[in-house]
C-alpha cells in the first residue's frame, strides 16, 4: 500500500498553473516536515518547497515567487500551487514526508511544461 500519492501533473503551456496534491495514508502529515522534490532527465532530484508542522515554508530560488506550497492535516493532504510555469520546470515531482526518522516517497507525477 502506498503511503504517499500525487496527483495533478500534465502537460501545460508556458505561463500556464497546475496544482499538484498528495494524499498521505493516516495521520502521516500531521506530524511530518513534508515537501516536493523533483527530477529532470539527467539531473539530479532537487528540492522545490517544504512546509514546517508550524507551516513555515522554505523554497528553491528558481520557484520563489511562483510556486506556493500548503498543507491541509484535517484531510491528510499537501499541495503545490505552480504558477508562470517554465520549460524548465518540466520534470517528475515527488511527494516527500519526513515521518519518524524516515523520508517516505511518493511515486511521482509528470510534469511537462511546452514553450
Known amino acids: 500500500q502506498r503511503q504517499l500519492v500525487e496527483s495533478g501533473g500534465g502537460l501545460v503551456q508556458a505561463g500556464g498553473s497546475l496544482r499538484l496534491s498528495c494524499v498521505a495514508s493516516?495521520?502521516?502529515?500531521?506530524?511530518?516536515?513534508i515537501g516536493w522534490y523533483r527530477q529532470a532527465p539527467g539531473k539530479p532530484r532537487e528540492l522545490v518547497a517544504s512546509i514546517t508542522t508550524s507551516t513555515v515554508t522554505n523554497y528553491a530560488d528558481s520557484v520563489k515567487g511562483r510556486f506556493t506550497i500548503s498543507r491541509d492535516n484535517a484531510k491528510n493532504t499537501m499541495y503545490l500551487q505552480m504558477n508562470s510555469l517554465k520549460p524548465e520546470d518540466t520534470a517528475v515531482y515527488y511527494c516527500?514526508?519526513?515521518?519518524?526518522?524516515?523520508?517516505?516517497w511518493g511515486q511521482g507525477t509528470q510534469v511537462t511544461v511546452s514553450s
Open positions: 516527500t514526508a519526513d515521518y519518524r526518522g524516515f523520508r517516505l
Open positions: 493516516g495521520s502521516i502529515f500531521s506530524s511530518s516536515v
